[in-house]
C-alpha cells in the first residue's frame, strides 16, 4: 500500500469533514448549551498529546469569545495532582479525545466526577469509547474519524466544534457566520500553497524547524511541531514568540526554518522576531491573514476576512502537508510514525 495514503487523504479532506460536522455540532449542542451556559468560575481544558495542544489553544480562545476564566493542562496533570489542577470552583472541565481511550484522560475524568461532582463534557470521534460512557456531557466529531496514527482533521474539526461552542455560548451569531466561511479558506489555501509546503518539506538543507505562535496560536504552534516531529522524525521545537529571544535563538543557523504564526493583536512585535532571525541567517515562513509590507522568504496569506480567533485554525493544515512531505521525501510512511500507536493505554 503507498506509504501515507491515509494521512494525505485525512489532510485534504478536512473542509469536507468541517462542512459535514458544523450540522451535527450544531443538533448536538442543542441538548447541553443551557447547561454550558451555567455561571461557572472556570473551564479547564484536558487531553494528551495533539489534544493537550487543542486544550491550550481553545481555553485561550474560550476566554477570548465568552469571557469565561479557562485554562488547559495536560490529563496526567490532572490525573495525578488533581488538588494543584482544579482551584476556581464551580469548574467545568472539557475533556477532548480523538479516539476516546486515552487512559491518562479517562483517569482524569474519573478522578475529577470524584472531587467535583459530574461537570464534564467529552469532545471525542468516537462515540463507541470508554470515554463517551463515563461523560454526564458528549459531543461527537464522527466525521473526523482517522485511520493514521497522527492526528490531523480530528484536531481541526475538534477544534472547530469549540469555537463554534464558545461562540454559540455567548451568542455571537456574527462569528458563527464566520466559522462557516472556513471550509472555502481551507480549500484556497491548499490549493495555492501546497506546492510551497512540498518546496520547503523537500528542501534537504532545510534540518531544524521552529514554530512560533503566541496567544491561541501556540497552541497550534505545538501541535504543528508535534506533527513535524511524529510524521518526519525531524528536530522541531514550538515557542511563544517573544520567547525565542530568550534563549533558544542560540540555536537558529542557516538550517533552520522559522515558522512564525502572525497575529493581528501582536502583529509589530511578532514580524520584528521574524526579522531578527532572518538576519541570524534563518529561512522564514509567515502564516498570515494579509502580507502587506510583511519581510519572509515565505508567505502564507490566508485572506480569511474572519477575526482572528475564528481563522487561526486554517493555518495548520499547510504545516501538517509540509510533515507529509518530509516524511515522505526521507522514505518514512506518515501513517505509521516510528514507536507511536494511535493510543496510549496504561
Ligand atoms: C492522543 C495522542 C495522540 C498522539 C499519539 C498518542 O490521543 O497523544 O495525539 O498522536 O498517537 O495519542 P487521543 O486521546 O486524542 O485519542
Known amino acids: ?66 469571557g469565561i476564566s479557562a485554562r488547559a493542562m495536560p490529563s496526567s496533570e490532572l490525573w495525578l495532582f488533581p488538588n494543584k489542577a482544579i482551584t476556581n470552583k464551580p469548574s467545568i472541565l472539557v475533556a477532548f479525545s480523538r479516539s476516546g481511550e486515552t487512559s491518562e484522560t479517562i483517569s482524569a475524568i ?10 464534564c463534557l ?70 495555492n500553497y501546497s506546492s510551497m509546503a512540498r518546496k520547503l518539506a523537500e528542501n534537504p538543507n532545510l534540518t531544524h524547524f521552529v514554530f512560533l505562535g503566541s496567544g491561541a496560536n501556540y497552541g497550534l504552534a505545538c501541535e504543528a511541531m508535534l506533527k513535524m516531529k511524529e510524521m518526519s522524525l525531524s528536530p522541531s521545537d514550538a515557542f511563544h514568540f517573544l520567547e525565542f529571544r530568550h534563549g533558544p ?29 532572518r538576519a541570524l541567517g534563518a529561512e522564514v515562513l509567515a502564516l498570515v491573514e494579509k502580507k502587506e509590507d510583511l519581510q519572509a522568504d515565505y508567505i502564507v496569506e490566508l485572506n480569511s476576512g474572519v477575526s482572528e480567533d475564528i481563522r487561526s485554525l486554517v493555518m495548520l493544515p499547510i504545516l501538517q502537508l509540509m510533515a507529509y512531505y518530509r516524511s515522505i521525501s526521507k522514505q518514512l510512511d506518515p501513517d505509521r510514525p516510528k514507536n507511536l500507536d494511535a493510543v496510549v493505554k496504561l
Not at 474519573?110 to 461537570?119: F, I, N, S
Not at 464566520?178 to 489555501?189: D, G, M
Not at 533552520?256 to 526579522?275: H, M, P
Request: glycine share 6%; charged share 20%.
Open 1 to 66: 500500500m503507498k506509504a501515507g495514503r491515509h494521512t494525505l487523504q485525512e489532510i485534504l479532506s478536512q473542509g469536507q469533514a468541517w462542512e459535514k460536522s458544523l450540522p451535527s455540532i450544531e443538533n448536538q449542542t442543542e441538548r447541553f448549551i443551557g447547561w454550558l451556559e451555567k455561571p461557572w468560575n472556570e473551564m479547564v481544558f484536558i487531553g494528551c498529546g495533539s489534544t493537550y495542544y487543542l486544550s491550550i489553544s481553545a481555553a485561550s480562545i474560550w476566554q477570548s469569545i465568552t
Open 110 to 119: 474519573q478522578r475529577y466526577q470524584e472531587q467535583q461532582g459530574d461537570d
Open 249 to 277: 535563538k542560540s540555536m537558529v543557523t542557516p538550517n533552520t526554518l522559522i515558522i512564525g504564526f502572525i497575529s493581528d493583536s501582536a502583529r509589530d512585535e511578532e514580524v520584528k522576531v521574524l526579522s531578527e532571525m
Open 122 to 191: 467529552s469532545i471525542t470521534c468516537n462515540a463507541d469509547s470508554q470515554m463517551a460512557r463515563i461523560s454526564p456531557q458528549l459531543l461527537e466529531i464522527s466525521h473526523a474519524k482517522e485511520i493514521s496514527v497522527a492526528q490531523t482533521r480530528a484536531f481541526t474539526s475538534m477544534f472547530l466544534s469549540i469555537l463554534y461552542l464558545a461562540c454559540k455560548s455567548s451568542g455571537n451569531t456574527k462569528l458563527i457566520d464566520e466559522i462557516k466561511t472556513l471550509p472555502t479558506t481551507f480549500e484556497r489555501v491548499i490549493g
